[in-house]
């Protein structure tokens, strides 16, 4: 094993903005050989998440910012090419924390093992059944807690999560609105998604006007996944006892001195709540939030799209596009074998 | 009645900052003839809160703001000297929703009558036995959900509310800190009510530093009073899944341009929650909570301080040491027989 070259993204420097391959260049070094155990994986997928960008910055965090000169944290996927423990075998396929890289050494511990044969695209156990439905799941009826009858606003409602929030939404008899950023997102998530009505906030004009038409008896739940001016004009919106469930704020990430959201009075006015969560608040009930996901999937429930790009050097690249808007759904690399 | 004279405070203009003698000035005016299912009662105490800065302001709140040219609205008690419903009668002693005025002419269903001969001082039930104390028990247990060995943070904490949240968490077996404006008020937590720890946030400096000092193990519960720089330190010591309950911004109330927190991002950072609220959101456990805390109050297990000032025309400058933190304990304007 030892002449096996890990192409690896790394952390140069913390990003200013937007990260360029300065900020996260890419190095070819010797796998690390795995610890007692810890496996090898080869990586093939990589998931692509907002969150990623969270990391990057020297921020307190849900987890430790991504330290300088480490590999660009991420899900990932990957067949075990060698396993210095019983929990996984070689020629396992298994999804761990991993990183922009081409091979992963991790405690076996925290892989989970997925099955390659059951139909089911393995891609999928990134997206719909991964951690960003469960995402939606959890974060949408355990911090949003909708009830029938009640209007819930989602931004980035064609992405990955926010997809899945309102499609979750509209199961539980509630009135959904989302916001997208083409004509082309705002049809989907109405025409296919079932959505009752979509917002293009790059040409809607003003926030608030358009939300409260859209919302014409105010939001319960907003599910908020960008913050920002955004964030500001649902506050505005807000229903009595409503709640925020904030699962990112995409629109801040890379400008370090975004100021605060100047409506949060709202809270006060309205009684409600703004709640912060992640998904591995709930990393014990995955397995209950995934086999849910799976029923709603193979009940023609629940759509999703995965861009998925091949190949690794398009990392940096492919996950720029979460912040310009320009991805369809889950963004994923794939590392053809 | 005819011959009744009716002084009022009332606002002429929406405060640009500080209410001034121009923007809450008084006119002498016939008291209001009760109609059907009204009494007009003369007040004898009148409540003076941070909440009623925010009604002078026109901006989206739990109750309409005041109109231009309407009296300034206020909690009082006071003697029915005329009804016009059988809910009650003249020489009751009552609490209303009342104004800034001698003479309030409002529903009766909207009066509660007290019992002036219960050896409990009228003044209590503007205070720890009324909406204060309500606001303080229903704000700390019910959006604070404090639980035995957390620590709880309270601003303002010898004011009004916050002297009573610290000392219903001490009940509760926290840890409580509390930041207050001047050595006095320091030590009166500390050494009269039993508080951990007191920061004196006029001299203490940096506010985070000093929180996590007094804070070993972060905060769990911050009862917010204030908002502002206090509001942005406290968030950056929040523990996961702590919670922020909001029970007004009195730094922010006379500056409209008050920017948001800037750390809010500690939401998601460490899954907690901000929640707002007023003590109307719990009007149907009103009887409940007075209850609660007559039999704190009667165990000895409660201190509270009044400050009472005659008589109506010190109203505004009273009103005022609300905002420079020179009251002491919770304000109330007396106006003599």
């Known amino acids: 094993m030892?002449?096996?070259?890990?192409?690896?993204?790394?952390?140069?420097?913390?990003?200013?903005?937007?990260p360029t391959p300065e900020d996260v260049p890419f190095r070819d070094v010797p796998v690390a050989k795995p610890a007692a155990g810890e496996a090898i994986i080869r990586n093939m997928y990589i998931s692509l998440d907002p969150a990623i960008r969270g990391w990057m910055s020297d921020v307190n965090n849900y987890i430790d910012p991504i330290a300088i000169n480490d590999p660009i944290r991420s899900s990932v996927i990957g067949r075990v090419v060698k396993s210095n423990s019983d929990l996984v075998a070689e020629g396992d396929v298994v999804m761990s924390l991993g990183a922009w890289e081409r091979y992963t050494t991790a405690p076996a511990a925290g892989m989970n093992k997925l099955d390659e044969n059951s139909g089911i695209p393995l891609s999928n156990f990134l997206s719909v059944l991964g951690p960003t439905?469960?995402?939606?799941l959890f974060g949408l009826m355990d911090v949003g807690k909708p009830k029938a009858g009640e209007t819930v606003l989602v931004s980035a409602a064609a992405g990955a999560v926010g997809s899945i929030v309102g499609q979750i939404a509209k199961m539980q008899g509630c009135h959904v609105v989302g916001m997208a950023g083409s004509e082309e997102k705002c049809r989907w998530i109405?025409?296919?998604?079932?959505?009752?009505?979509?917002?293009n906030y790059k040409t809607c004009g003003d926030y608030e006007a358009a939300i409260k038409a859209a919302c014409p008896n105010g939001v319960d739940v907003y599910f908020?996944?960008?913050?920002?001016?955004?964030?500001?004009?649902?506050?505005?919106c807000l229903n009595r006892f409503s709640r925020v469930a904030v699962c990112g704020w995409i629109s801040t990430y890379n400008d370090a001195d975004a100021p605060g959201p100047k409506n949060l009075w709202q809270l006060v006015a309205e009684s409600a709540t703004i709640q912060g969560f992640v998904v591995l608040d709930y990393v014990e009930r995955f397995g209950e939030g995934v086999g849910q996901l799976a029923e709603w999937l193979?009940?023609?429930?629940?759509?999703?799209?995965?861009?998925?790009i091949d190949d690794l050097d398009n990392?940096?690249?492919?996950?720029?596009?979460?912040?310009?808007?320009?991805?369809q759904g889950k963004l994923i690399i794939r590392i053809p074998e």
């Open 2 to 18: 030892s002449e096996l070259i890990n192409r690896q993204y790394y952390l140069a420097k913390r990003p200013a903005s937007v």
């Open 133 to 136: 439905g469960l995402t939606a």
């Open 190 to 199: 109405t025409d296919e998604l079932g959505f009752d009505a979509a917002i």
């Open 224 to 236: 908020d996944n960008v913050g920002g001016d955004i964030l500001d004009a649902a506050l505005m």
């Open 298 to 308: 193979m009940a023609g429930k629940l759509q999703f799209k995965e861009e998925i």
């Open 315 to 327: 990392v940096l690249p492919g996950f720029l596009k979460l912040f310009d808007g320009s991805n």
